[in-house]
Every structure is written in C-alpha cells, then in structure tokens.
C-alpha cells in the first residue's frame, strides 16, 4: 500500500519550492524593471511575456501540472484557451469598427466636474471634490 | 492492513479507493478553476477593450497607482503561495507542526496583501479616484479617465474578494490539521484549498503588470 502511494504522490523536495519562488521574486523585480524603460510599443508585449512565465512557474510547480494527471492541465488549457478566444474574437470587433464607422473617443458625460476648464472657479466642483 | 473490508473514515463508500476519490475531488477543483478563469477573463476582456480604446489615459490615470505597494504585494503574494505549498508538502512527508506553522504564514501573508489594498484603496477614495459616477479627481489627462478605476476596482475588487474567501478556507484546513483529520494518506482538502490559493496569485501575476506597470 504505501508502495504505490509513492508512485501516485509526486513529493517534490524543499529546494525546488525554494527556487521556484525565488525565480517568481527576480522575475517580479525584472517586470518592474523593465516597465520603467521605453521599449517603443514592446512594453505591454514584455509583460505579458513575463507574467506568463511567472504563470507556467506558479502552475506546473507550485499547482503541480508538470506531475499530476495531464486530464488537470487539459481542463487549465482549455479555460486559458477560451478565454483567448472570447478576447481575440472581441478586440476583431472593437478595434475595427473605426474602419466602417467614424468613431473617436469622447466623454461620456460632456459636463462631468473632470472635463471643466478650471474646476477650482467652479461651485459644482467645490461641492464634488470637497477638498478643492 | 484490512482497509478492503474496513475501509478509513476519510474514503467515501461511493469511490473504490483512495486515488479514485482523490482524483476525482481534483478535477472537480480543476473544473471550478476553469469558471474561476472564464469569470475574470470577462475582466481581462473589458480591460483590453477600454485599454485599447484609450491608450493614452490608461497610460495617463496609471501612474496614480502606487507601483513600490504593488510590488511589494507581488511578492507577499508569491510567499504565501510559497508556504502554502509547502504546508501541502510537510502534509505529505506527515509533519503537522512545520505544516500548521506554514498555513499559519500563508494566512499572515494573506492578511498583509489586504492591509496594503486597504491603504491603497482610501488612498483613492480619499482623492476621489474612484468607479464611474464617483469619481472626481481631476488631475488626470485624458477621456473617461474614470474608465481606468472602474476596471482597477472590479478587477482588484473581485481579486480582493477572493483573497478573502481563500483566508476563510485555509482557516477550515488549518483547523482540521490541528485537530488531527488530515495525514499522508488524506490531505485533499488541502491540497484544493492550495490550487484555489495558487489560481488567486496566479491572477494577481496578470493583474500586477496590466494595471501598475503599463509601459
């Protein structure tokens, strides 16, 4: 009994925790680092980038992926997978709806307290903003 | 051992054996997972839109974030997932204490990472950076700027809520281990409640860079 329990119950030893957290923290550092230096439009894709290794390290390590029943890493692709789909399928549309329709950005509310030219003269921002 | 005919408290009569009732408490965890990643991709979702609809006020209301707090939380976030799967592991080499002291360490980090939100959050209530019709702070550039703090407070919010839920949770594991439920053989519940602790860091990883570090 105890025999096959060893085979089923991957136990990984201390030091690979240890890593794997520490790897997370240099990881976090580089992410802050690099968010401080402009890389002309990359920024945003370097992120990504590094959280996502961040990610793998959090769920093949710590949530055990790389070792468990590969039935538990099918249904995690598939949540990350639709949930690409649901964010590809939507950007296709919202960010081509300016190729048909003329559209720019404008505020919701015109006379909201935030788009007033000097909101310290106004009453209405007086009373809003309390402070001012 | 007679566990065939005397089967131990811990095994439900409906499952053959251990591994058979084991494995099936983690797909069902795996698949409440995958909601959880389906209910906060609708966020992801509606930042992406907003963000690219007005890159430059995301770009603009983003340096009122406090990055030094963020990173700080990155990383309280990463310890306690660090402990916590190392209370898993003294679970399965049968070391109770060193495991307590460990759910106990996760459950501080935890509390750490809601103190610092807490100040972060009357930090903008205090200026009025806040969702939609509350807002108004006036001393960011750009359209909608109240568009970023909508999405900061739900996708904070909603992350903040589960932060709390996995406190309560590892609390219940934390009790049962004290009183002795859980060993070698039978720590399940245990290891649930981690991949919940881990999926919520997990989020936080994404949402650390997409809202405190935007280029």
Same mark, same amino acid.
């Given at each position: ?12 030893p ?8 520490a ?6 550092a ?13 920024n ?11 990610a ?10 790389l070792?468990?029943k590969? $039935? ?27 190729? $048909?329709?003329?559209?720019t ?8 307290v935030?788009?007033?030219?000097n ?14 | ?65 406090n990055?030094?707090?963020?990173t ?21 080499? +049968? ?47 750009g ?31 934390l009790?049962?281990?004290?009183? +002795? ?18 999926l919520? +860091? ?14």
């Open positions: 009994m105890s025999q096959e329990r060893t085979h089923t119950d991957h136990i990984l201390n030091k690979t925790y240890l890593l794997v957290a790897a997370l923290l240099v990881f976090t580089i992410t802050v680092r690099v968010s401080f230096i402009d890389l002309g439009g990359y945003a894709i370097a992120a990504i980038a590094i959280a996502t290794f961040k793998l390290l959090v769920s093949f390590f710590f949530m055990h992926l070792y468990d590969k $039935i538990y890493l099918f249904v995690f692709s598939i949540g990350l997978l639709f949930v690409g789909v649901f964010i590809a399928l939507t950007m296709f549309d919202t960010l081509r709806r300016a190729d $048909i329709y003329d559209v950005a404008e505020p919701i509310q015109k006379d909201a935030i788009y007033q030219e909101p310290a003269d106004s009453t209405r921002a007086d009373e809003r903003s309390g402070q001012h | 051992m007679s566990l065939a005919h005397n089967h131990p408290a811990y095994l439900a009569h409906h499952f053959s054996d251990m591994e058979q009732q084991k494995a099936s408490a983690k797909l069902g965890m795996w698949i409440f997972l995958l909601t959880e990643i389906l209910l906060f991709g609708g966020l992801f979702c509606a930042y992406a839109v907003f963000r690219s609809w007005n890159p430059q006020m995301f770009l603009n209301a983003h340096k009122h974030l990055v030094i707090l963020g700080v939380n990155t990383a309280v976030l990463i310890s306690s997932s660090l402990t916590m799967a190392l209370a898993i592991r003294s679970l399965q080499v +049968d070391k109770k204490r060193p495991a307590i002291i460990f759910l106990l360490l996760t459950l501080a980090f935890a509390a750490t990472f809601l103190v610092i939100k807490y100040f972060e959050y009357a930090h903008k209530i205090h200026l009025g950076q806040l969702p939609g019709k509350f807002y108004t702070y006036t001393g960011i550039e359209t909608n700027p109240h568009i970023f703090f909508s999405i900061y407070f739900a996708m904070t919010g909603l992350h903040g809520l589960h932060i709390l839920v996995g406190m309560i949770v590892i609390s219940w594991v009790v049962n281990t004290v009183k +002795d439920k859980y060993s070698s053989e039978y720590y399940t519940p245990v290891e649930n409640a981690g991949l919940y602790w881990h919520v +860091d997990l989020i936080w990883i994404y949402l650390f860079p997409l809202l405190y570090l935007i280029g």
